[in-house]
């Protein structure tokens, strides 16, 4: 018979080591993805300097409105898809917390954005909406967590319905950034989510696909 | 990292353990596994409690007339517990037909196993009692292949051996065919570090004496065996296995009777953990293993059962108001976005024990058949790893709450 404690300790040794290539295996997926992500988030930042140039271009050199608009709708659907790609990551993320830091670059992007559509529509008398989505960022609050899925849900048909016509902007309300907070005071923003339309209409609970609707395309004939 | 993410790297951990456990002392043994030492021709005694055996009592007698081992040195006891059937009748049949079958009426039922096999193990003659369920065969070879372990050391009390199902007609015994096979092996495993924690009652063979000072089984109990076998660990007895030593017993054929016998089981357990939970550290390996094994794994299931019962709860609750939100809304349901998960480390460690479990499985399976070649089902092999092992939680929670309740029935 084999000594006990000799292969209590054999399996007790395999089991740590194994347990430990595991984690250290974790940690540099993690990282890799938290690489990744930040690659494309530089790649997005150079986008948005990009934009902020064609805003002065458009002034000083004349260029098409439409050009000006397609170009933020692009960009608006690229950083889009790059969140959803961050947050797919970050669910998945047990090791580290460093995710939360691009979250916040993001948003800081996605309020840029804001900022610069509205210039264009004001520049260029476009007749997109700007449909901005203020959320709490990892709640752990159920009722709140299904009505920001409905929401978001909600908005992204809206915008697979009038790709055009509408700009989304999906924005973490408490992640405590400054220029998120001076938003909210301004529009008397005291519990998430709520959806700001064109900056004059914000909907605190949840509208339906119709009432959506009236609401963002009557703003329009204001 | 929450709760759930820790309680869930603890249970990695220790499946990981056992896994690891097993296979290195497989590996470390394998030529000896099936091994046995010589057994010396000594007189033993059968006991056999019975209580409404008619249909199998007259099969394990017979059966025990053709065991390779001289029919003189055997003493068959049988005790009856006021059964209702006609088991008095086929066994006083076989005393006419045997000399070596003695019958042990009792007046009043008592309800469990313990009191009829302590009314037997008194009775019995010979230095050595084998416990025989009414409806379980031993091989013909058995009894020599456990003997020589009492023989060999004085302080070896209890030796069990493998013991296998006899029928797979329905689904339920089918798995329990697979889970036997699994068990005997595990406890084999078990041996090899000192550890049988049980010398299941259904085939065991015990030194009388040994049983006897340690006060016989206890009525109170529901799995008076592991009772029996922890209670003469903390006196300084040893256990035993001997895996090549085959008893084919029959399995409960309905799901509903398998679920009372877990039930059973599992009360069983909790009793003696509790009962022995001092010994915890003490003792040999019952307080360094055995205790803190059964301690862990009880603990881990509550707590997995609970967590599990909370994420349920939590998803259900969160699917049912994002369908009546959406519903309202008239939004989308479901998005391609739902349906892209990033994998997590827990992912990672939950499919390699997943894998692990697959092929510790197969390994087992592949090794008793050696012991007695059958041909496997695969599509069975996955559902008794798909739906049977996730039936336990379920089994947990009703044992735990008979408990809470203070339902100790037989």
Not at chain 1, 42 to 59: H, P, T, V, Y
Request: proline share 3%; net charge positive; hydrophobic share 45%.
């Amino acid at each position: 018979m084999v000594n006990t404690k000799h292969a209590f300790w054999m399996a007790f040794f395999f089991t740590l080591a194994v347990f430990l290539i595991g984690l250290l295996v974790g940690i540099f997926v993690e990282n890799a993805r938290a690489d990744n992500i930040q690659n494309v988030l530089l790649d997005s930042e150079i986008n948005l300097l990009d934009e902020q140039l064609k805003e002065n271009a458009i002034q000083e050199f004349n260029i098409s409105c439409n050009l000006a608009k397609n170009s933020t709708f692009n960009f608006a659907d690229k950083i889009y898809e790059e969140a959803l790609r961050l947050e797919k990551y970050d669910s998945a993320s047990k090791m580290k917390d460093t995710l939360t830091i691009f979250h916040k670059r993001y948003d800081l992007l996605r309020i840029l954005l804001w900022t610069n559509s509205m210039k264009i529509r004001s520049k260029c008398h476009s007749d997109f909406h700007t449909i901005v989505y203020l959320y709490d960022y990892d709640t752990r609050d159920i009722s709140k967590k299904a009505e920001q899925i409905a929401m978001s849900n909600l908005l992204l048909d809206f915008k697979y319905k009038y790709p055009q016509e509408t700009l989304l902007i999906p924005i973490a309300a408490n992640l405590n950034i400054e220029s998120i907070n001076l938003i909210k005071e301004e529009y008397n923003v005291t519990n998430s989510p709520v959806i700001i339309i064109d900056e004059s209409m914000v909907i605190r609970s949840l509208p339906t696909f119709n009432g959506l609707e009236n609401i963002v395309f009557q703003s329009n004939n204001k | 990292m929450d709760l759930i993410d820790i309680v869930f790297l603890i249970y990695t951990f220790a499946g990981l353990y056992m896994l690891s456990l097993f296979f290195f002392v497989y590996i470390l043994n394998r030529k000896k596994i099936f091994e046995h030492p010589k057994c010396k021709l000594e007189p033993v005694s059968i006991v056999i409690p019975c209580y409404n055996e008619a249909e199998h009592i007259g099969k394990t007698l017979e059966c025990l007339q053709k065991l390779d081992y001289p029919q003189s040195l055997i003493e068959i006891i049988i005790v009856d517990d006021c059964s209702k059937d006609n088991s008095i009748e086929i066994i006083k049949k076989y005393i006419a037909k045997f000399k070596n079958i003695m019958l042990i009426t009792s007046k009043k039922n008592s309800g469990g196993a313990a009191i009829p096999t302590n009314i037997g193990i008194k009775s019995a003659k010979s230095k050595y009692a084998i416990t025989l369920d009414a409806e379980t065969y031993p091989d013909p070879g058995s009894i020599k292949k456990m003997l020589g372990l009492l023989q060999e050391d004085e302080k070896v009390a209890a030796v069990t051996g493998s013991i296998l199902t006899r029928h797979q007609n329905s689904w339920i015994q089918k798995m329990q065919a697979i889970e036997y096979d699994i068990t005997s092996l595990f406890r084999k495993i078990l041996d090899l570090v000192d550890s049988v924690y049980v010398t299941p009652g259904a085939f065991a063979m015990y030194r009388k004496e040994a049983v006897i000072k340690a006060g016989l089984f206890d009525p109170s109990n529901l799995t008076q065996d592991i009772e029996m076998v922890w209670r003469l660990l903390s006196k300084g007895y040893k256990a035993r296995m001997s895996l090549a030593a085959k008893a084919h017993t029959e399995t409960p054929y309905k799901f509903k009777d398998w679920w009372n016998q877990r039930n059973r089981w599992n009360i069983g357990g909790t009793q003696t953990l509790l009962k022995y939970k001092s010994l915890i550290f003490k003792k040999g390996m019952l307080g360094n293993f055995i205790i803190p094994y059964f301690a862990i794994s009880l603990i881990l299931s509550i707590l997995g059962i609970f967590l599990f019962i909370f994420m349920i709860i939590k998803n259900i609750s969160i699917y049912y108001l994002v369908t009546k939100y959406s519903l309202f809304a008239s939004a989308s349901l479901l998005t391609l976005r739902d349906l892209a998960v990033a994998p997590s480390i827990m992912s990672y460690f939950g499919i390699a024990l997943f894998i692990l479990g697959l092929w510790m499985t197969f390994f087992s399976l592949g090794i008793m058949r050696y012991l007695e070649p059958k041909k496997r089902n695969v599509l069975n092999i996955i559902m008794f790893l798909f739906i049977y092992s996730f039936i336990y939680p379920l089994i947990m929670i009703d044992s735990k709450s008979k408990m809470i309740r203070g339902i100790y029935k037989w």
